[in-house]
């Protein structure tokens, strides 16, 4: 079967820096995207990584190595409005597949 | 540019009846998606519609449908409600989801279903 495993929940503090790490098995492989959703809300795009190797986006930063099958969200200098649940996706061949979501909960 | 909306924001059915949720696809867009999200819990893939087609279905049963029309928009139907079909239900649109490429799929508000 084709699946992606994320943890369920991290916890860190303000200002702090957290990884939220991503592993996939899937008939298929063209990129990992990232997604944030706070709660109430509908999720919104944060990353996406086709190749191996690192890619920033201001606080954000992604990474991926397709020889392990793994990758990971990179958040830094946390912020409280950072509080979400963050998602990874692998598009595989024609669908897109869904983590479970990681809830970051940040603490003052 | 206005985003995916989706209506009605808030539905209130009971078991047995049927639901018809409405999404309206960013411009430009060709592939509207169809999201379960049970509360606290992650995004379930329904439906993937293309071109007016059904390109893919997840692991939900048949009372679970839809369409797409012709301006792209798309219609998401759930025909014998259960009380378990309580939940968020995301819409998602996309340019054409092209072998080898991924497209960022931008989400609505999403309907809130509740069966009773």
């Known amino acids: 079967g084709q699946s992606l495993e994320q943890p369920s929940e991290v916890t860190a503090v303000e200002g702090a820096i957290v990884q939220i790490n991503c592993t996939y098995q899937?008939?298929?492989?063209?990129?990992l995207s990232w997604y944030q959703q706070h709660d109430g809300g509908a999720p919104t795009f944060l990353s996406y990584n086709a190749l191996d190797g690192l890619e920033e986006t201001g606080r954000f930063s992604s990474f991926l190595s397709r020889s392990d099958s793994y990758g990971y969200l990179l958040l830094q200098e946390l912020q409280m409005k950072d509080s979400a649940s963050y998602f990874c996706a692998v598009k595989s061949n024609y669908q897109l597949i869904w983590g479970a979501g990681t809830k970051l909960i940040i603490k003052p | 540019e206005a985003g995916v909306t989706q209506s009605p924001t808030h539905l209130i059915k009971t078991r047995g009846q049927q639901a018809t949720l409405r999404c309206s696809p960013i411009s430009g867009h060709t592939s509207v998606y169809w999201y379960q999200q049970a509360l606290g819990l992650g995004l379930q893939f329904l439906l993937w519609?293309?071109?007016?087609?059904?390109?893919n279905r997840g692991n939900f049963p048949p009372r679970f449908s839809g369409r797409q029309f012709p301006n792209y928009s798309s219609e998401l139907n759930v025909n014998a409600l259960e009380l378990e079909d309580s939940a968020l239900y995301l819409c998602?649109?996309?340019?054409?989801?092209?072998?080898?490429?991924?497209?960022?799929?931008?989400f609505g508000p999403g309907t809130r279903l509740l069966v009773l």
């Open positions: 998602a649109s996309s340019l054409a989801l092209g072998r080898g490429r991924q497209e960022t799929q931008y």
């Open positions: 899937t008939s298929g492989f063209y990129g």
């Open positions: 519609y293309d071109e007016g087609e059904e390109r």
